[in-house]
Nanobody, 120 residues
């Protein structure tokens, strides 16, 4: 059974930093991992994604402030999101996701989410 273990959220003052971690298990063929976020009353949006070839994709609002990375190249089952220069508008529930292959069909699994709160 697929599972994701998320950690690293919390409360930080504006300008501060947080690092989110996400580890996948029971998955053998991962395509990409990343984070989306959803603030109250707003739609969920992609924050960052790192693909199988280590190409990274970022939302415009976080470029230059957030960095996504993966662990051991042979493993690639854990991802990290380093968030610097945090702003109050970064406050949201952050969801880790993993896209993987089930045979020849891609599927996506979402974590439970971790809260990030940035205060003035």
């Amino acid at each position: 059974q697929v599972s994701l273990v998320e950690s690293g959220g919390g409360l930080v003052q504006a300008g501060g930093s947080l690092r989110l971690s996400c580890s996948a298990s029971s998955i053998f063929s991962i395509n990409d991992m990343g984070w989306d976020r959803q603030a109250p009353g707003q739609q969920r949006e992609l924050v960052a994604r790192i693909e199988i070839d280590d190409k990274s994709v970022y939302a415009d609002s976080v470029k230059g402030r957030f960095t996504i990375s993966r662990d051991n190249p042979k493993n690639k089952k854990s991802a990290y999101l380093q968030m610097n220069s945090l702003k109050p508008e970064d406050t949201a529930l952050y969801y880790c996701h993993v896209t993987y292959m089930v045979g020849t069909t891609p599927d996506t699994y979402w974590g439970q989410g971790t809260q990030v709160t940035v205060s003035l």
